[in-house]
């Protein structure tokens, strides 16, 4: 638990970390200024205890959440604060045990955490959108984007022709698809199986592409071929995402899971939308924001609210906090995340009312 001065202490070499370094606003999070400034809808006291995405060593939010808790402190100074950035494994069995009161995900809740909870506290968590993923940062919830090789003449696919490829149950549409030919293409191309790479299947990647292009299937194409992060007897480290672009480059007919910071001159992204014919983007920061890109990722923070009760109202106040104007500029400025969308937004902050 933090008292005042050791808060004090803590927050106040927070802005002259490299980190929190101000940039001129981007257009693409220039609507952060136009965000109504956070207004108390009560003055309220007590303990938050935060758990979430960090660790002893790789301290991912720490700047951010120092931000968030001096300003909120500064307009609720009755809060107290405990903070335990132990990794998001950790960060959802604080709540159901009752160590801790929110917990800020590095990532979208699992599966197995909802069980787990469900198990325990005997209803679902509640989850609060409150930041967008990163298009290409490590650590930051980057994108999960779609490469085909460079003399692939695909330049989109829809997220039910994703579920085609790369799945096997076809909840999204009548058939797979395992031909360069169902999806249009001619000549050469027509009789050729399509050669699918990606994260391993049961780890967190895996994990978000499952929820979100597999309806929750666990049953993927069974030519897929999958990739883990190595590291050799030199320590050098090979990443899964760079393995993955490498060998769509090596492969004219193959395609992959993975993204733009691993591109390499073999392969080129694809354009993706929700729905077949629907309107298609690249993964940009606009298009993560206003969630029009099928596979960006959303940062949640977790929190346990029993049916038909209200949340502790320190915890209410800090997550309307976090969405206001002044906590989303404190994403930007403090983090590699960014902001929820405005739509999205005033979803959250309905929920919370």
């Known amino acids: 638990m933090l008292n005042r001065r050791a808060f004090a202490r803590l ?9 929190l370094a101000l940039a001129a606003p981007a257009p693409a999070t220039a609507f952060v200024d136009r965000l109504p400034a956070y207004r108390p809808a009560a ?3 007590g303990l938050v205890r935060l758990w979430g995405h960090g660790s002893p060593t790789h301290d991912f939010l720490g700047d951010l959440v120092k931000v968030w808790m001096a300003g909120f402190q500064r307009r609720q100074p009755g809060v107290r604060f405990g903070y335990q950035l132990y990794g998001t494994a950790s960060a959802v069995g604080a709540l159901y045990t009752g160590a801790g009161d929110i917990a800020i995900l590095g990532e979208e809740i699992s599966p197995d955490a909802v069980r787990a909870f469900t198990r325990a506290r005997g209803y679902a968590p509640t989850d609060i959108s409150i930041a967008t993923g990163s298009v290409d940062v490590d650590f ?4 999960h984007m779609i490469f085909v090789h460079r003399d ?11 579920e085609g490829i790369f799945g096997e149950d076809h909840r999204l549409r009548p058939r797979n698809l395992r031909l360069w030919g169902d999806l249009g293409l ?3 191309w027509a009789e050729r199986p399509i050669h699918p790479y990606g994260w391993k299947v049961d780890e967190d990647f895996g994990l978000f592409f499952r929820e979100r292009v597999l ?6 194409n069974p030519a897929i071929t999958e990739f883990s992060t190595s590291t050799s007897a030199d320590g050098r480290k090979s990443d899964r995402g760079q393995k993955i672009v490498d060998a769509v480059g090596a492969d004219r ?7 733009v910071r691993f591109k390499n001159r073999d392969v080129k992204p694809l354009a993706l939308s929700w729905k ?3 309107p298609a983007c690249m993964a940009t920061p606009e298009t993560l924001i206003s969630q029009a890109y099928p596979l960006v990722r959303i940062i949640p923070a977790i929190v346990d609210r029993a049916p038909g009760r209200p949340l502790a109202p320190p915890v209410r106040e800090l997550l309307r906090y976090i969405l206001s104007r002044e906590g989303q500029q404190a994403l930007i400025d403090a983090s590699r995340y960014l902001p929820l969308g405005e739509a999205a937004r005033a979803r959250q902050l309905e929920r919370l009312a």
């Open 43 to 45: 003055q309220v006291s």
């Open 186 to 188: 001619a000549g050469d």
């Open 253 to 259: 007919f193959g395609v992959g899971i993975s993204n």
């Open 140 to 143: 930051f919830d980057y994108a």
């Open 215 to 220: 309806g929750g299937s666990h049953r993927w």
């Open 152 to 162: 692939n003449p695909l330049t989109r696919l829809s997220v039910p022709q994703l």
């Open 276 to 278: 077949d014919g629907g």
């Open 11 to 19: 927050t106040a070499g927070a802005a002259l970390s490299p980190r």
